[in-house]
């Protein structure tokens, strides 16, 4: 916190000197006046959305960030992102970051910095395959925002559906390989948007960033008002420039994470599909070219051109939109056409399927590509997960239907799994612990999603039963027996059991007191968007298709009508499972939160709307939050991890203590420090209650850390060196005894030939001298000249001396002429036997000598 002075608020509520509204909301204006926009509760962190691009992030910051303890440096997401990895990493803790707020609140901002963080911190080696898995982590961002993200009134870049992103770690903390979750496309978007509001970017995207080429290919023109699907978002672009940009950033995300050219040209001639299916309108006739019984296609065209895109036989696309096959009795099938409004139906249900499995495929991809080659399958240990979840926040249109029940269950199920973590489970520890403390109160939604997930009666149970209940349930009836069930439950209403309120109409709409406020859905098209049906022939049909990506997404269409008995599960309950599925794998991780607030309605920036900020307050539970927390304790931990990680601050605990338990060791390190007015001594677990004496006693240990690392470089660089010592002796020993065996062996040859050779009456001279090692060369030099000395006394000891005088002249001529006369003979060949072998010799030429090295009579 050292950046932040008084002026700038304080950076954690829990430092308030009074937690009341007033005060908070105080505290909250004052900084995000001064642009900071993140404060802490505890280790919670608070962000306004700034609306604005402030100099907060990038390569300078996440430096600042690296390695430190949350309360070292001044609020910041980066910070969170430290700590989850910090805990991910020194503690093999599997960690989850749960970023909740309303809708535009700046979640996925919030998300994208993190995972920002992430990528900046890991894989310092550079090595190539964390580089390709953290590249698909990022890149996967930007595809994913293009077919899942819409323009609404609340954002214009709102996520239509959850991500629940997984990311693996190795042991050295470099990321290894990822997973997403989706949960829920809001895919009635596809078909239908409120005013002010857009389709998926991916249409304008293909509209306006494909060349003309390209669309032509697509049968499309570069005009979002010619199709019915974009037609009501068509004046809402940014602008062209913006679109194409965009459409080359999701392309070239695309083509890094992996996808082929030919899976790129799938998809857009997918989308391309879906534009011409929703601008297909039915006629009833008597008689036609494209009629199926009476009805028929209004624009031939379009069939041809959807038949092309989807690469399906162009009659068996219009058998299917035009009719059904139906199973009669045992086996026999019957072909059962449709109704103009059954054909227009069913032909919306094919765009919302077709743009759904387009998603879920293009998730799958992603997957495929992050987890096939992230694991390596020789690697020990398990992987360490950080998940991130950025899902949509709490929604209230004019007109809310079953998607914005769906998505407000999901935020009452993380608001209870908020209350579980840090509410509830905080206060329940402090009981085990045998701490003393007093109560917080805080309101509990469990009744909430009790009433919407309870077994048989609950809203998604009574849902159920009316979708199985073959069509002659209607949607009046649903909320009829929501009625009957419910009437005496404090979250719900109805016009029907509150009569005198207007806000509702009648036999449609119901009312459910949120923890975030109220919420009238209307019970219009819930059944049917609870059923979410389509019919088996167009499963077929693009089962069928010759385009292998397109295929691949209909795996079920190979199944024959006859063979599909068993009813699919309903949209809701599949939900459900996997909100249930979310909540309990963030349970098992140790949490993180991010709660997000969004300062005005206008999206503009430095405006903070005090009423509104004041409501999303309250339903986040922040003012009670603070008050557990500033009753409670900033940080808690066992009195063993305590130790490890301060036991060198003190000299009693360093390096081992002798004090009995771990406990009795903790009191004497608190006490060394002055601390022990600040803690609570749990059974267990040490309380520490205000951040300022974790600050106090990470300073001193990062004070003592390089004298550490001092004491342990000097033990390491001395056994280094002792072990090169111990290598050298090793190498000398080696040396010495090849070395003494080189002179044996040679002494030994040396002998050898010396007894073959000096026999009389040669002496020796055709003695072949070994080749010396270096180190017997001066002596093998001496050793030659005594032979030498000693084979002529061998020689001359026998002449007579009367013939001594005549030798001595001969040697004084031989001295003499051999300069002058080099062919005079003395060095011929001493062929020995000259008696036997005269006359030859007398005929042969001389012969002449051959240099011969070594030979003692050269
Ligand atoms: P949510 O996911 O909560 O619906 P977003 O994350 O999409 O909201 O944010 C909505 C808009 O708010 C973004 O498009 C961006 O313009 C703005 N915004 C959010 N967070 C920030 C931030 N930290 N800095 C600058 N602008 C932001
Ligand atoms: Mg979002």
Redesign the pocket.
């Known amino acids: 916190m050292a950046d932040e002075g008084p002026q700038c608020g304080k950076p954690d509520f829990v430092l308030l000197d009074q937690v009341t509204m007033e005060d908070f909301m105080e505290n909250l204006k004052l900084r995000f006046k001064k642009d900071h926009?993140y404060t802490y509760i505890g280790e919670v962190l608070v962000?306004v959305?700034?609306?604005?691009?402030?100099p907060?992030?990038g390569p300078e910051a996440i430096a600042r960030y690296q390695g430190r303890e949350l309360y070292e440096r001044p609020p910041h997401?980066y910070a969170v992102a430290n700590a989850a990895y910090r805990a991910m990493k020194l503690r093999s803790r599997d960690t989850c970051i749960v970023?909740s707020?309303?809708?535009?609140?700046?979640?996925?901002?919030?998300?994208?910095?993190i995972m920002q963080y992430i990528a900046a911190v890991t894989n310092p080696s550079q090595k190539a395959e964390v580089e390709r898995v953290k590249d698909v982590l990022l890149k996967s961002t930007c595809v994913l925002e293009a077919f899942g993200?819409a323009r609404t009134n609340?954002?214009?870049?709102?996520?239509r559906f959850g991500k629940y992103m997984d990311i693996n770690f190795d042991f050295k903390g470099d990321p290894v390989g990822g997973h997403i979750h989706s949960y829920l496309l809001e895919k009635s978007r596809v078909l239908k948007q409120h005013v002010g509001e857009r389709n998926f970017h991916a249409f304008y995207q293909v509209l306006w960033g494909c060349d003309d080429k390209e669309l032509q290919e697509l049968h499309l023109q570069r005009n979002p008002a010619l199709y019915n699907l974009t037609r009501q978002g068509a004046g809402l672009s940014a602008s062209d420039s913006d679109e194409r940009s965009h459409h080359q950033a999701v392309t070239e995300a695309m083509r890094v994470i992996g996808f082929s050219p030919e899976e790129v040209g799938s998809v857009y001639r997918i989308l391309a599909a879906i534009l011409h299916l929703g601008n297909m309108e039915f006629v009833e006739t008597e008689a036609g070219g494209l009629e199926q019984g009476h009805l028929a296609v209004a624009e031939e065209v379009l069939v041809n051109h959807v038949a092309e895109l989807t690469a399906t036989p162009r009659k068996l696309l219009l058998r299917s939109l035009l009719a059904r096959t139906v199973a009669s009795g045992g086996r026999e099938l019957i072909e059962k056409g449709h109704s103009a409004a059954e054909a227009s139906y069913a032909r919306d249900a094919c765009a919302k399927a077709v743009y759904q499995r387009l998603f879920e495929w293009v998730v799958d991809r992603i997957n495929g590509v992050m987890e096939a080659r992230g694991r390596d399958p020789r690697r020990h240990g398990k992987d360490t997960v950080i998940g991130v979840l950025?899902i949509?926040?709490f929604e209230v249109f004019p007109v809310n239907s079953f998607e914005q029940f769906c998505i407000n269950y999901c935020n009452e199920k993380l608001q209870q799994l908020f209350i579980q973590l840090i509410l509830k489970q905080e206060q329940e520890e402090y009981e085990r612990e045998g701490i003393a403390w007093q109560s917080v109160e805080y309101f509990n939604n469990a009744t909430i999603v009790d009433l919407v997930e309870r077994p048989h009666r609950g809203i998604l149970a009574v849902l159920d039963d009316a979708c199985s209940a073959a069509g002659t349930i209607t949607d009046r009836i649903f909320l009829q027996t929501l009625d009957t069930h419910h009437r005496h439950h404090p979250h719900y209403a109805s016009r029907q059991l509150c009569p005198t309120d207007k806000t509702m109409q009648f036999g449609r709409d119901f009312r459910i007191k949120h923890y975030a406020g109220d919420v009238t859905y209307s019970v219009e098209g819930f059944i049917d968007k609870n059923r979410d049906s389509l019919f088996q022939d167009f499963k077929r049909l693009l089962y069928n298709s010759t385009d292998p990506t397109l295929r691949a997404m209909w795996p079920d269409g190979q199944q024959d009508i006859t063979e599909v008995t068993k009813r699919p599960l309903t949209a809701g309950t599949l939900f459900k499972n996997s909100m249930v599925a979310l909540v309990e794998n963030l349970a098992s991780k140790e949490p993180f939160y991010v709660r997000?607030i969004?300062p005005n309605e206008d999206?503009v920036a430095a405006k903070l709307d005090e009423g509104h900020c004041r409501h999303q307050v309250v339903y986040l539970g922040l003012l009670e939050n603070v008050r557990v927390r500033r009753a409670g304790f900033a940080s808690r931990q066992p009195y063993s991890r305590f130790l490890l990680r301060y036991k060198m601050t003190c000299e009693y605990t360093w390096p081992n203590h002798l004090l009995g338990s771990d406990k009795a060791a903790v009191s004497a390190l608190l006490e060394q420090h002055g601390l022990q007015g600040d803690v609570a001594f749990g059974h267990s677990k040490l309380f520490i209650r205000s951040p300022q004496s974790l600050v106090t006693l990470e300073q001193s240990r990062a004070r003592l850390i390089p004298i550490i690392v001092l004491l342990l470089q000097k033990a390491w660089r001395g056994t280094l060196a002792r072990w090169h010592c111990r290598q050298l002796r090793a190498i000398y020993t080696i040396m010495r005894w090849f070395r003494r065996h080189k002179v044996c062996a040679h002494l030994a040859e040396l002998q050898r030939r010396f007894q073959a050779a000096r026999q009389p009456p040669l002496y020796g001279r055709d003695l072949i001298w070994p080749l010396p090692p270096a180190v017997l060369q001066p002596f093998q030099d001496t050793c030659r000249a005594l032979f030498c000395r000693w084979r002529a006394w061998q020689l001359v000891k026998n002449i007579p001396p009367s013939d001594m005088a005549q030798i001595k002249a001969k040697v004084a001529a031989m001295g003499v002429l051999q300069e002058l006369r080099p062919d005079w003979g003395c060095h011929r060949a001493w062929t020995q036997d000259y008696l036997s072998s005269g006359s030859a010799c007398l005929l042969r030429p001389p012969t002449i000598p051959q240099p011969r090295t070594c030979l003692l009579s050269d």
């Open positions: 926009i962000s959305n700034p609306y604005q691009e402030l907060l992030y997401l970023i707020g309303e809708s535009g609140a700046g979640k996925t901002e919030a998300s994208k910095h993200n609340r954002n214009h870049n709102s996520s950025d949509y926040g997000c969004k999206k």
